[in-house]
């Protein structure tokens, strides 16, 4: 999930879909998420077992997307409420202050 300042802080949904032998269920799913407004990857490299390497999803999600200021994973199974925006945000405006201090700090002791 991506929270992007050009979306007008919507989340992006990115669905990454693994290969596998059902298809028809991977198809389904797929369009599903599709008619709701998600990006549908696949996942081009997974583990001896199947399972994707998440920093290879995130590499391609930060490619893809790359003016956005959070990116994040959730398994499916996860619920969000809509206070997951608040945070996100309030997240944003803290990391953007702390940067803006210790900018300051590092000018304050290169004019020292």
Do not use: H
Not at 3 to 14: S, Y
Not at 79 to 91: G, K, P, W
Not at 100 to 112: A, D, K, Y
């Amino acid at each position: 999930m991506l929270l992007d300042e050009n979306c007008e802080g919507r989340i992006q949904t990115i669905l990454y879909v693994v290969p596998n032998t059902t298809a028809s269920s991977d198809d389904v799913l797929m369009s599903i998420a599709r008619r709701l407004g998600w990006t549908v990857l696949s996942a081009t490299r997974v583990n001896e077992i199947g399972l994707p390497f998440l920093k290879e999803m995130f590499l391609e999600t930060e490619r893809l997307f790359p003016n956005c200021t959070f990116y994040g994973f959730a398994n499916g199974d996860i619920l969000f409420n809509t206070e997951v925006m608040q945070t996100l945000q309030a997240v944003s405006t803290v990391c953007r202050n702390l940067i803006f201090s210790c900018l300051n700090i590092v000018n304050m002791v290169l004019i020292t």
